[in-house]
């Protein structure tokens, strides 16, 4: 292997060079940042050089990122937009550190409204439930006998909330349509 991880044949045949400095910046939630460049296969580069890196082209495991300043050592392309590279290890090939930052949503959050699917209670998911698997509710009143599809207290619920949003002048004479069509069609008969 030579510096960077990059095999000799492997550069040759995708036009690739080597190179090696630190990381310049890296944004760990949009996963990319930029390395700077001190030495470009073997020689030194004054001023530095910056290449594009993505999170994916990073040698490691776990979650992929970069520390500001973090030495490498990576293979690269020129590409229509600059300097792009291929591979990146941290020195003599070995894994990247990364940063020690996570985004926002890699953190395990959960809402004061979780409950457990199997029991009801908080705290807890169904998967870490302590009780054994519990008969399936209605998650709008609780009961075994049916599911919130079929409901009968939120269908009566919205009886209710619909009657009450609707004019007083046509409460006494509201009918579905569903009613009109049946007397029409008891009329034709």
């Known amino acids: 292997m030579a510096e960077g991880g990059c095999a000799q044949s492997e550069e040759e045949e995708a036009g690739l060079s080597r190179g090696s400095g630190v990381c310049k910046w890296f944004n760990v939630r949009m996963g990319f940042g930029f390395l700077s460049m001190s030495s470009r296969d073997g020689a030194s580069l004054e001023p530095p050089l910056d290449v594009f890196v993505h999170q994916s082209k990073l040698h490691m495991e ?73 008969p399936k509710k209605c998650h709008f009143c609780q009961s075994v006998s049916h599911m919130v599809a079929n409901c009968p207290v939120k269908a009566q619920q919205q009886q209710q909330q619909h009657s009450s949003s609707s004019s007083p002048a046509s409460q006494g004479t509201a009918t579905s349509p569903r009613d009109e069509e049946e007397e029409r069609s008891q009329s034709t008969l």
Not at 71 to 80: G, L, Q, R, W
């Open 62 to 134: 776990g979650f992929r990122s970069l520390r500001e300043g973090e030495a490498v050592e990576f293979c690269f392309k020129k590409s229509s937009k600059g300097l792009e590279s291929v591979r990146v290890t941290g020195p003599d090939g070995a894994p990247c550190l990364g940063s020690e930052r996570r985004p926002k949503s890699a953190q395990k959050r959960r809402s004061k409204g979780d409950r457990c699917y199997n029991c009801g209670g908080p705290g807890h998911h169904a998967k870490e439930c302590q009780l054994p698997p519990q």
